[in-house]
């Protein structure tokens, strides 16, 4: 499923680059690539979204009755929210508003018409490095340090935490990983940076930037159709997304300081996962943001699933959200267990604990938006 998501992701792009002539300088409002595109493709009905939740989203898909019909392309939580809003992204929409749901690692910005958004799984940003690290926990205020400088500006006086000795560490240069602006981690980790009293307006450009491209991972900076990141040159394949890829590249190198989803956490080998504040990224501490928020892991989040119910629907997104919410004809109480069971399979954790007999699945309460 991986690889169909990829061919239709690379035929969009193909299709976008020749509508522009040979030229790879493109303007991205002039690209003419659309969601719309990949929904009439031979291969099914193509929706963007999360790349954090591709995996899981790819797994449920093939498990419902939208299989064969529809495809999960991610490429990130701002894309999606822009695709379902009709919003121009680049490559992939063209102002139309095709889709109609969108799997998000962050909840909409703002409410508009008829959209409504939904809990559906927790989640948390991990800090990542290597099990050589000796660092093992690490305040807010560094990470906003190390990632958006001392002051959360990001300018080059700010940037100042380059060493781990600065942080706690043995003396190596730190080297700073990070998801691209259109991914939901993103806005999260700067979100909670600034809830939390420690501002991240903008980051230091000495952090690295992973983007998701249809060849696979790749750093914003390498040219079109190369990446420093996969083999020969790096540890990450085709089929990575961005997360699975941070957690390689941090797994390599003690000297890798990185911040991605706990995805990251289930590639092999494992990457450590850094405390925060004192507390880890553990079920218990990231369950508490249901129940005991002001206790819980400091990057603890909620994952959803969004819909836009003014926009037409095609049947194949009808199938795969109701099967996934349990909601006649598609689906059932079993269904929507299914479709948890796959959230969790990729390493996120339910809102509730499945081992309670009287278990609900999906029990995450309600988005802002409804």
């Known amino acids: 499923m991986k690889t169909i998501a990829k061919s239709i992701l690379t035929a969009i792009v193909a299709t976008s680059v020749a509508a522009c002539g040979a030229s790879s300088a493109v303007d991205e409002n002039a690209q003419t690539g659309s969601a719309a595109e990949a929904l009439t493709g031979p291969n099914g009905q193509g929706?963007?979204?999360s790349d954090t939740m591709r995996d899981a989203i790819v797994s449920a898909v093939a498990a419902s009755p939208a299989a064969g019909s529809l495809t999960y392309l991610g490429t990130g939580s701002g894309n999606g929210e822009k695709?379902?809003?009709?919003?121009?992204?680049?490559?992939?929409?063209?102002?139309?508003?095709d889709q109609s749901i969108t799997p998000m690692s962050r909840d909409l910005k703002g409410c508009e018409a008829g959209e409504k958004s939904h809990r559906v799984a927790l989640d948390g940003i991990g800090i990542w490095s290597s099990s050589g690290?000796?660092?093992?926990?690490?305040s807010l205020a560094n990470v906003r340090n190390a990632f958006c400088g001392t002051d959360g500006s990001g300018s080059t006086a700010a940037c100042s935490v380059t060493n781990w000795s600065q942080i706690g560490g043995a003396n190596a240069t730190i080297v700073a990983y990070r998801r691209d602006d259109a991914s939901g981690?993103?806005?999260?980790?700067?979100s909670i940076l600034g809830e939390k009293g420690a501002?991240?307006?903008?980051f230091c450009g000495s952090v690295k930037v992973v983007v998701e491209r249809a060849s696979g991972p790749a750093?914003?900076?390498?040219?079109?159709?190369?990446?420093?990141l996969q083999a020969p040159n790096g540890p990450c394949?085709?089929?990575?997304?961005?997360?699975?890829?941070?957690?390689?590249?941090?797994a390599g190198s003690s000297n890798v300081l990185a911040y991605a989803g706990l995805g990251a956490g289930t590639v092999s080998p494992a990457p450590k996962?850094?405390?925060?504040?004192?507390?880890?990224p553990s079920l218990a501490n990231i369950r508490a943001l249901v129940s005991d928020p002001a206790n819980a892991y400091p990057f603890a989040r909620f994952l959803y699933l969004n819909e836009n119910t003014a926009n037409s629907r095609a049947l194949a997104e009808t199938k795969f959200f109701k099967w996934a919410f349990g909601q006649a004809p598609y689906g059932s109480d079993a269904t929507a267990l299914t479709f948890e069971s796959k959230l969790t399979d990729a390493g996120f954790i339910s809102c509730t604990d499945q081992s309670d007999p009287d278990h609900v699945a999906l029990e995450c309460g309600a988005g802002a938006c409804n």
Do not use: H, M, W
């Not at 695709?83 to 508003?97: A, D, E, F, Q």
């Open 219 to 228: 750093l914003s900076t390498d040219p079109d159709g190369t990446s420093s």
């Open 273 to 280: 996962a850094i405390k925060v504040a004192g507390k880890e």
């Open 133 to 138: 690290q000796s660092v093992t926990d690490i």
């Open 237 to 250: 394949a085709p089929t990575d997304s961005a997360t699975d890829c941070i957690g390689k590249l941090s």
């Open 47 to 49: 929706f963007f979204g």
């Open 83 to 97: 695709c379902l809003r009709g919003k121009p992204v680049g490559i992939y929409c063209n102002g139309s508003k």
């Open 199 to 202: 501002a991240c307006n903008a």
């Open 185 to 190: 981690t993103t806005d999260t980790f700067k």
